[in-house]
C-alpha cells in the first residue's frame, strides 16, 4: 500500500476508521498490515501509523497505540494500587496486549497474578510487534491462561483475590459477556472483603448506552456509595474521553485513600508517562453531564 502525498487526499484503504454509525476516528496508517488473523473469536490487527507507531486493532476497533496506551495503563492499574494498602492476590480479565500486567509487575508487594485472555492470538500478535507493551507478559509473577474470563470467574473460589481488572474491549463479540450483572456478581464473590475491582467503562460520548448501563449495574452490585467513575484523556481513542470505574467490596475511597507518598515514589522510581497524584484525584471530577448520566 503506496500513501499518498498530497495532505487532504483522502483514500478509506489508508485508514482505519472506528464509528459507532453517528461519529467516527480515523487513524491513518503506512504501508501493509503487519500482522492480521482472523481468530475463532474476533479479527486481530497490527497496523504501523504515521505519527503514532505501532496499532492494536481488534475487529478494527483501536485498543492501542504506542504512542498513547501508557494513559490507559497506568491509569486502571495505579489508581486502585495506590489506594488499596495490601494487594498480593491480582486477577486480570482480558489485557492481551500485555501494558496492564507491564504496570502491575511495578508494585514489589504484589505476590500472584493471573490472567485470563480468550484470544491467544492477541497475546501473540502483542509479544510479537509490540515489545514496549508486552514487556511483562513472561514475568515470573504471572500465571497467564488462555481461557474464557467469564468461566473463569464464575468457578473461582469466594474470596480468592485482592484486586480484579477488567481490562476488556468493547461490549461485542466475546467481550459482551462481561458487562452482564451475573458476571460482576461472580466479581464481587471471588474479592476479598476490603477488595476493589477497576473497569474498563467505556467512553461517555461514543457509547453512551453501554456506559449508563455499565454503571448502572455496577452499582446494584457493589452499592452505589462503592462505585466511582472517573475520566482519562485517550486521543487514539474515539472522541478522546474515556472512563473508568473503580468499584470496592467495603474498601478504600479512592481519592482519600489515595497514598500520596507512595504515589509520588513510583512516579519517581518508575518514570511514569500519564499517572501522577494530582491526576488521580482530578480524574474523579466529573462534569455535570456524565454527573446527570449516571
Not at 484523556?233 to 468499584?247: A, E, N, V
Amino acid at each position: 500500500m503506496v500513501l499518498s502525498e498530497q495532505p487532504g487526499q483522502f483514500n478509506p484503504e489508508e485508514w482505519v476508521i472506528d464509528d459507532n454509525g453517528k461519529m467516527a476516528l480515523s487513524i491513518r496508517i503506512q504501508g501493509d498490515r503487519i500482522f492480521h488473523e482472523v481468530s475463532p473469536y474476533q479479527t486481530v490487527e497490527v497496523f504501523d501509523t504515521p505519527g503514532n507507531g505501532k496499532m492494536l486493532t481488534i475487529d478494527r476497533m483501536v485498543m492501542c497505540t504506542e504512542a498513547d496506551e501508557a494513559a490507559y495503563h497506568e491509569m486502571i492499574v495505579h489508581v486502585p494500587m495506590l489506594t488499596h494498602p495490601q494487594v498480593k492476590d491480582v486477577l486480570v480479565i482480558g489485557a492481551g496486549d500485555g501494558g496492564t500486567i507491564r504496570e502491575l509487575v511495578r508494585h514489589q508487594e504484589i505476590e500472584r497474578i493471573t490472567m485470563v485472555e480468550i484470544d491467544e492470538a492477541v497475546v501473540r500478535a502483542s509479544k510479537q510487534f509490540l515489545p514496549t507493551i508486552s514487556s511483562a507478559l513472561e514475568h515470573s509473577k504471572l500465571n497467564l491462561l488462555i481461557d474464557d474470563g467469564i468461566n473463569f470467574v464464575k468457578n473461582a473460589a469466594d474470596s480468592s483475590y485482592d484486586l480484579v481488572i477488567i481490562d476488556s474491549s468493547d461490549p461485542v463479540g466475546p467481550s459482551e459477556g462481561l458487562f452482564t450483572k451475573s458476571f460482576y456478581q461472580d466479581v464481587y464473590r471471588c474479592l476479598r472483603p476490603g477488595g476493589v475491582v477497576t473497569v474498563q467503562s467505556e467512553s461517555p460520548i461514543f457509547h453512551r448506552n453501554a456506559f449508563i448501563d455499565l454503571n448502572k449495574c455496577l452499582k446494584e452490585v457493589f452499592g452505589i456509595e462503592s462505585v466511582h467513575c472517573y475520566l482519562v484523556f485517550i486521543p487514539m481513542y474515539p472522541t478522546g474521553m474515556w472512563s473508568l470505574t473503580y468499584c470496592s467490596k467495603a474498601g478504600p475511597d479512592p481519592v482519600n485513600n489515595l497514598d500520596v507518598s507512595k504515589a509520588e515514589k513510583i512516579i519517581r522510581e518508575q518514570d511514569l508517562r500519564y499517572y501522577n497524584a494530582d491526576i488521580h484525584k482530578a480524574a474523579f471530577a466529573l462534569p455535570n453531564f456524565i454527573q446527570k448520566m449516571i
